[in-house]
């Protein structure tokens, strides 16, 4: 018999790797994995990360349409996760303008949330608007000056202008 000495993140990563729809997916095999999605789909239909996972996984194979209508299907969304959820499928499918527009609604509807502000950041990664990056991590610390995402993406952002200044120090401390 073979042991292997293991520790707890690789069982965690083996567990994720193991899990039939996303090990299907990581192989571009979409149409199965939207198969075992609906499986899942048809014994809880609350499951909200199958769901999440079957619409980006659509959106990536360039359904954006299906994509947003299988988060239709879920009526206990709150509007601001709807939303988050529509940015994701927006970003699955490479959309970054409507992904920019629904972040725009977003940070209106929960101005108070880090999460809105994150989530902005995170779709002008992707874009040349440095200034945007910045406004949303600046909301983020305001919101929360600990907020460990929203220290880190400020060190890493002023120290990709030009090296480590002394704003990414003091994001740092």
């Known amino acids: 018999m073979f042991y292997m000495k293991v520790n707890k ?3 965690k ?3 994720r790797l193991s899990t039939s729809p996303d090990i299907l997916d990581r192989w571009e095999m979409n149409d199965e994995a939207i198969a075992q ?3 899942v789909l048809e014994e809880d239909p609350e499951n909200i990360l199958a769901l999440l996972r079957k619409a980006t996984t659509l959106a990536a194979m360039g359904n954006e349409q299906s994509a947003i209508e299988v988060l239709d299907q879920n009526e206990s969304l709150d509007a601001d996760e709807r939303l988050r959820y529509e940015i994701l499928v927006h970003r699955s499918a490479g959309n970054v303008d409507s992904a920019t527009n629904k972040v725009q609604e977003l940070v209106l509807i929960a101005p108070d949330d880090i999460k809105s502000w994150l989530t902005m ?3 002008y990664q992707v874009t040349d608007r440095l200034e945007e990056r910045l406004e949303a991590l600046d909301r983020v610390i305001a919101i929360d000056p600990v907020n ?3 220290l880190t993406y400020m060190a890493l952002e002023y120290m990709s202008l030009d090296g480590m200044t002394e704003q990414s120090r003091k994001s740092i401390e």
Do not use: A, P
Request: aromatic fraction near 20%; proline fraction near 0%.
């Open 9 to 11: 993140k690789t069982l």
């Open 13 to 15: 990563s083996f567990r």
């Open 121 to 123: 950041y995170e779709v």
């Open 148 to 150: 460990i995402d929203g």
């Open 37 to 39: 999605y609906d499986m």
